[in-house]
Structures are given as structure tokens and as C-alpha cells.
């Protein structure tokens, strides 16, 4: 199993036709505990839709269920998702993360520290009332999970659930990627955020 921290450079790439695969593999993380930590804990997800030739990009809140091995996400009733599940069950998810930026002495080597999943799978409406009522609990759970349904709030009635599409993403194939520096990395610094030397200067003048 490959340790998703590894960064030692490689010269081997995946091959084009391989659509699933990274195509660096010294970025490749093969370490599935790594992927599913990364889709149980990313904040929103974005689904990639088509419909007639002409991709969608939906970002929102989304949970993943592990046993089900599956990802739920829900919209209003009508819309450009739903039409575009109901034309088209193959679609693409994708979670990531922002780490340090990397400068360095080119503009070309600037990089940065990331982490992302990409899922490839098929994606449904939840037909069954009470899987669509469990979804639309586990996102609840996930995002409030100091908030209880009958303490804090009105549970899911039939006519909220009657409002909303729910969907099942059903993961066919996964890949993970990440590029970690060396935590002394020259420079390295947090998007929005100064440089700790820039910072230290600002604060003497």
C-alpha cells in the first residue's frame, strides 16, 4: 500500500487511455483508508454532469456513505442536475484540499500542497422514500452534528422530501492524489495569509 505522503519524484506517467488513473504517478495515493478519510471529512464536493454534449458543474454539500459505498447529495425537485441525471447516469465527483504555496526562483516551479479525490460512477434519483429520508439525515449529522431531529429541530416530513431530489452517486472507480513539501520548505506560505518573514517585517515597520 502506498504512503499517500511520498514525494519522491518519478518520471513514470499513467498511460492516456487510462481515463481513471493519475497521471503522475508519484502523486498517485492508492491507499484507500486515505481516500474515503478525505471524502468523510471535505467540507462540499463538486458532481460533473453532461447533457447534450455540454458539461454542469454542481458544487454542494454532499456525505459520503461508506457501507453503501456510495455518495448522496440533494438539489430542489426540478433543474439542470436533475435533468441532466435523468438523461445521463455517468457522472464524475470531486473533493480537494489547498495546502502551503511553494514558490521558487522560476514562475514555472511555483507549486502548491494539495490533496483530492476524484470518484467516477453512475448517479440515480433515490426512488425509496426512506433511503432518500437516511441521506438527507446523514447530511444533517454531518454538517450539525450537535443538532438532534426531534430536539433541535422538526425532523424530515413526506413534504419536504416530496420538494427535493436526492441522489445516489454509486462509486465505480476512485483515484486520490497529494503533494506534501517538506515541512521547512523555503517560503512556503498559506494562501491569504503573509509569509512569516514578510509578516515579521510588516509588524518592526
Known amino acids: 500500500m502506498s504512503d499517500?505522503?511520498?514525494?519522491?519524484?518519478?518520471t513514470d506517467e499513467a498511460p492516456d487511455n487510462d481515463w481513471a488513473k493519475v497521471r503522475r504517478l508519484d502523486r498517485e495515493v492508492s491507499d484507500e483508508a486515505w481516500i474515503r478519510a478525505l471524502l468523510h471529512r471535505a467540507a462540499v464536493g463538486t458532481l460533473a454532469t453532461v447533457h447534450d454534449g455540454q458539461?454542469?458543474?454542481?458544487?454542494?454539500?454532499f456525505v459520503y456513505d461508506e457501507q453503501a459505498h456510495a455518495i448522496y447529495l440533494h438539489t430542489a425537485r426540478t433543474g439542470r442536475t436533475r435533468t441532466n441525471v435523468d438523461a445521463e447516469e455517468r457522472v464524475c465527483f470531486g473533493v480537494s484540499e489547498m495546502g502551503r504555496l511553494l514558490p521558487a526562483k522560476t514562475a514555472l516551479n511555483f507549486s502548491v500542497e494539495y490533496a483530492g479525490v476524484v470518484v467516477f460512477g453512475r448517479a440515480a434519483v433515490v426512488a425509496d422514500e426512506e433511503e432518500a429520508r437516511r441521506a438527507?439525515?446523514?447530511?444533517?449529522?454531518k454538517y450539525a452534528p450537535h443538532?438532534?431531529?426531534?430536539?433541535?429541530?422538526?425532523?424530515?416530513?413526506?413534504?419536504?422530501?416530496a420538494r427535493t431530489s436526492v441522489y445516489r452517486v454509486r462509486i465505480e472507480r476512485w483515484s486520490g492524489k497529494q503533494k506534501v513539501a517538506p515541512a521547512d520548505?523555503?517560503?512556503?506560505?498559506?494562501?491569504?495569509?503573509?509569509?512569516?518573514g514578510l509578516a515579521q517585517e510588516e509588524s518592526i515597520s
Open 55 to 61: 458539461p454542469f458543474l454542481n458544487t454542494n454539500t
Open 147 to 161: 443538532l438532534r431531529p426531534g430536539r433541535d429541530y422538526q425532523p424530515i416530513t413526506a413534504e419536504e422530501l
Open 136 to 141: 438527507l439525515q446523514r447530511l444533517l449529522d
Open 4 to 10: 499517500p505522503r511520498n514525494t519522491a519524484a518519478k
Open 185 to 196: 520548505f523555503p517560503g512556503a506560505f498559506r494562501y491569504g495569509e503573509p509569509p512569516p
